[in-house]
Structures are given as C-alpha cells and as structure tokens.
C-alpha cells in the first residue's frame, strides 16, 4: 500500500483513520493537544482491531505492544474503553507507522525494514524495540536519518 497523498495527508488524519476516532476534533487545534485529549477520554477497543488491521500486524503482536492481554483484546466489545497508557501506545504506534510509510513511501517496505535486524539499533529488529516508549523513540529516530539520508 502506498502513502496516497489525498489518503493520508498528515500524520494526525492517519491517527484519526487507523484508529478509527469519531469525535469531532477541531482542525486549527494543535496535534499533541488532540492527541492528550484522546488519550485522557481513552479509545475503544475497536481502536485496536482498526490499528490491527490497517498495520498489517497480528492481535498477538499488538497485544504486547499495547501491553494487553490478546485474550481481554479478544472478550472486550469494540465500545469498551482500554486504559490511558495503552491508548497512548495505540497513538505512538500508529504515528510511528505514519512516519514508516511515508519514508519508504510504501507500507510493505516499511514492514520488511521493521522486521530485518538492523545494524543501527544494536542488530535488533525494529519491531522488537517498539514494545516500550523508549523503543518507539529509537526506531523514530532511525526513521529520521534514513528520511534525512544518513544512514548509521
């Protein structure tokens, strides 16, 4: 899939898509603000599944992402409020993909490079990093020097 421009023409329309919000969020406001906003009134179990299916990635994966048993994902209803810290990783997640696929330009390259040991990141595969905040904010990083062209 490739980043089309009139799809996803920011970083926040992909998180209100992916993780299919439908409150009203005022457009002007500032992203990180929308982003507590959400985060304080929590997202619906139908965020992940959504997320789920838009990144490509299994339940088990994003369960231990969002550190949320695959079981409680599977008996929750998609109305079911999950909790602050997980909502807050759903979005990080899902801004993390949205800067993937718009430096490989395309989703399936993106994760190929999320699934290949890489050097940069002490050989791991970026998606064993991106189970904790600070593996989230290494993997960004790395993603800012391959967009900016310095490859480490």
Same mark, same amino acid.
């Given at each position: 899939m @490739?980043?089309?421009?009139?799809e996803f023409t920011t970083e926040r329309d992909t998180v209100i898509k992916w993780?299919?919000?439908? @409150?009203?969020?005022? @457009? *002007?406001?500032?992203?990180?603000?929308t982003y507590i906003k959400i985060i304080r009134g929590g997202l619906k179990s139908k965020s992940v599944n959504s997320f789920i299916k838009h990144s490509s990635l299994t339940k088990?994966?994003?369960?231990?992402?969002i550190h949320i048993s695959e079981r409680t994902l599977q008996r929750n209803p998609p109305e079911k409020i999950i909790d602050t810290t997980?909502?807050?990783r759903l979005?990080?997640?899902?801004?993390?993909?949205?800067?993937?696929i718009t430096v490989f330009n395309e989703k399936a390259k993106f994760i190929t490079w999320l699934? *290949?040991?890489?050097?940069?990141?002490d050989n791991q595969k970026p998606i064993e990093l991106i189970e904790t905040n600070m593996g989230i904010d290494l993997v960004i990083d790395e993603l800012l020097r391959i967009e900016h062209g310095v490859f480490s």
């Amino acid at each position: 899939m @490739k980043l089309e421009s009139a799809e996803f023409t920011t970083e926040r329309d992909t998180v209100i898509k992916w993780l299919d919000i439908n @409150k009203k969020i005022p @457009k *002007r406001s500032n992203s990180a603000f929308t982003y507590i906003k959400i985060i304080r009134g929590g997202l619906k179990s139908k965020s992940v599944n959504s997320f789920i299916k838009h990144s490509s990635l299994t339940k088990k994966q994003v369960s231990k992402m969002i550190h949320i048993s695959e079981r409680t994902l599977q008996r929750n209803p998609p109305e079911k409020i999950i909790d602050t810290t997980s909502s807050e990783r759903l979005i990080d997640l899902t801004r993390l993909f949205h800067k993937g696929i718009t430096v490989f330009n395309e989703k399936a390259k993106f994760i190929t490079w999320l699934n *290949r040991p890489n050097r940069a990141l002490d050989n791991q595969k970026p998606i064993e990093l991106i189970e904790t905040n600070m593996g989230i904010d290494l993997v960004i990083d790395e993603l800012l020097r391959i967009e900016h062209g310095v490859f480490s």
